[in-house]
């Protein structure tokens, strides 16, 4: 779909932006996490390296998936170590991504069967994001986090990163069930928004960034992922499933969805494949845990990593055929979508597919 560089202006001055993350870099969340909420400083995850790895398409694996292979057939599979989800890697020539997002249910999460836990949890986090695939010295993302606990009990938080600075949690009020819109908006290279809506009680908070690392605009995504803690992958809670929808992914001139995109599940170094991603539509695809064939463990140790981009800010620039527009950052409570009346962040005068 082509847009009007006016109205993509119109959308960006509307509202707050999308958050974009990569397969290059998982983020230290859950020991942090803990520490903080023991703290009760509400922030604390930072970003360590990459467990991303990709597959030959032509491998035993995915002959093996065939019946999924089937379902996505207009895209090509990828295999990570921790991601799961949808991924556009490359722009329309002379474009770069500038605001993407999606909606996504909220799930129950449970402890998996034969799996040993990190700090006596089981979690996983969904969110969007700009960069961070095949670009990746910078990432805008914004998501939710879903945690389990040994004994049963499940706690949710909201959050927002620009790579490589920390990422820090929203104040925002999130239940299984919950209907979610994140987006990420960059109105510059060096400055945008991050915006989590709960569509299901009207609240938003949303929020104004700047960085010194400079986005590319070069990759748009939506993952389920199993972050890092420490060296390691925190223990995949059994989140059941995630179904994206409105996903879309602007420039200053067009929008997509998924249907072109990277589809990419999650699998163990034992070879187990613990996601199925199945696109449902150009807008929409769900994301389903499917259990380990063979007990595994996970487990990690908090640490630490320096940041080197800033803090919270209202930024604001020319647009231009870049793809970077302007806009500022707020949180409260709302009936309307981040970009105007109606579901979800591009409602209605914002982007549609």
């Known amino acids: 779909m082509k847009f009007s560089l006016a109205l993509l202006s119109t959308v960006v001055l509307a509202t707050s932006a999308l958050a974009a993350p990569n397969p290059r870099f998982s983020k230290t969340r859950l020991g942090q996490r803990m520490a903080a909420r023991r703290a009760n400083n509400g922030n604390g995850r930072i970003l360590e390296g990459s467990t991303m790895r990709s597959k030959d398409s032509t491998s035993a694996v ?16 990828q295999y990570s170590e921790n991601w799961s989800g949808a991924a556009i890697t490359t722009p329309p020539s002379g474009q770069t991504f500038n605001a993407v997002s999606g909606t996504f249910n909220v799930p129950t999460p449970s402890a998996p069967s034969g799996v040993a836990s990190t700090y006596s949890e089981y979690a996983a986090s969904a969110w969007v994001g700009i960069d961070g695939n095949t670009y990746s010295t910078a990432i805008l993302q914004t998501g939710v986090d879903f945690v389990v606990d040994t004994s049963g009990a499940v706690s949710y938080d909201a959050w927002y990163e620009w790579y490589p600075d920390y990422a820090y949690n929203f104040n925002i009020t ?25 569509l299901t009680t009207g609240e938003i908070a949303t929020i104004s960034l700047s960085s010194t690392s400079a986005l590319g605009g ?13 060296t390691s992958l925190v223990a995949l809670a059994n989140f059941g499933n995630v179904t994206f929808t409105d996903c879309i992914a602007a420039t200053s001139q067009s929008s997509e969805g998924v249907s072109s995109a990277t589809i990419m599940d999650i699998e163990d170094t034992s070879g187990n494949i613990l996601t199925n991603v199945a696109l449902i ?42 793809g970077f527009g302007s806009g500022s950052g707020s949180s409260g409570k709302s009936g309307k979508g981040a970009f105007g009346t109606g579901k979800g962040a591009f409602g209605a005068g914002g982007f549609r597919l």
């Open 281 to 322: 539509s150009d807008s929409s695809f769900s994301v389903a845990y499917e259990a380990s064939t063979s007990t595994s463990s996970s487990s990690g140790s908090s640490s630490s990593g320096s940041s080197s981009s800033g803090s919270s800010s209202s930024g604001s620039a020319p647009g231009g055929s870049s």
């Open 218 to 230: 070069e990759n748009a995504e939506w993952i389920v992922e199993d972050f890092e803690e420490g």
């Open 174 to 198: 999130i239940s299984a069930g919950d209907q979610i819109n994140a987006s990420v908006i960059a109105t510059t290279s060096t400055t945008g928004t991050a915006t989590i809506e709960n």
């Open 62 to 77: 995915v002959e093996s998936k065939s019946k999924k292979t089937q379902a996505t057939s207009n895209s090509s599979i």
